[in-house]
């Protein structure tokens, strides 16, 4: 969520957030074992840390389609995440 929107994590449940909710249920349905949560923080470092925590196989971050170098064409949360996580992330269009 941008952070202008709520203060923290305590102040939102997962069901507050539509495509979030929306993006779970479309996974659940394909059979991929889902698991919801709010959380606060950095989001590049929050993505790595959690999927740490829950020994994730692979992290899948949607990207936009730009052009320029690199860190335009991934957006700098993409490339923080690529760069700091210690598993396979694979990028979507």
Do not use: C, H, W, Y
Request: charged residues 25%; hydrophobic residues 45%.
């Amino acid at each position: 969520m941008p952070p202008d929107e709520f203060a923290d994590a305590d102040e939102v449940a997962f069901g507050d957030i539509d495509a979030a909710v929306q993006a779970a249920d479309q996974l659940k349905e394909a059979g991929v074992s889902v698991t919801r949560m709010v959380d606060d923080g950095g989001v590049a470092q929050q993505i790595v840390r959690t999927a740490t925590e829950l020994d994730s196989d692979e992290i899948v971050v949607g990207g936009r389609k730009r052009s320029g170098i690199a860190n335009v064409l991934l957006g700098s949360t993409t490339q923080d995440i690529m760069l700091a996580a210690e598993r396979l992330v694979t990028l979507t269009g």
